[in-house]
Nanobody
């Protein structure tokens, strides 16, 4: 079973940028879709962005135009570039390959 490890979270101010990374212990091309999800306190986990093996991406409307998901099959990595961060982006961000969840990385956007 593939293990996923997220990193790159932190405390940033509104308008700043972060890059999240997801390292997979196995071949990510065995998963047609890789994704990033997030869960804010008191809220359900929600999809942030998905990317297919062919590179087609899909985003939650609230992050479209600000976030970019990418995958590097050679390195078995998935990334989430987050720009113009807002306080409402504060959450624990999780990587998923359709079967496995990582442990999550905290993103806090606050002035």
């Amino acid at each position: 079973q593939v293990q996923l490890v997220e990193s790159g979270g932190g405390l940033v101010q509104p308008g700043e940028t972060l890059r999240l990374s997801c390292a997979a212990s196995g071949n990510i091309d065995s998963s047609y879709v890789m994704g990033w999800f997030r869960q804010a306190p008191g809220k359900q986990r929600e999809k942030v962005a998905l990317i297919t093996i062919g590179g087609t991406a899909n985003y939650h409307p609230s992050v479209s135009g600000r976030f970019t998901i990418s995958r590097d099959s050679a390195k078995n990595m998935v990334y989430l570039d987050m720009n113009i961060l807002k306080p409402e982006d504060t959450a624990v961000y999780y990587c998923n390959d359709g079967f496995t969840w990582g442990q999550g990385t905290q993103v806090t956007v606050s002035s």
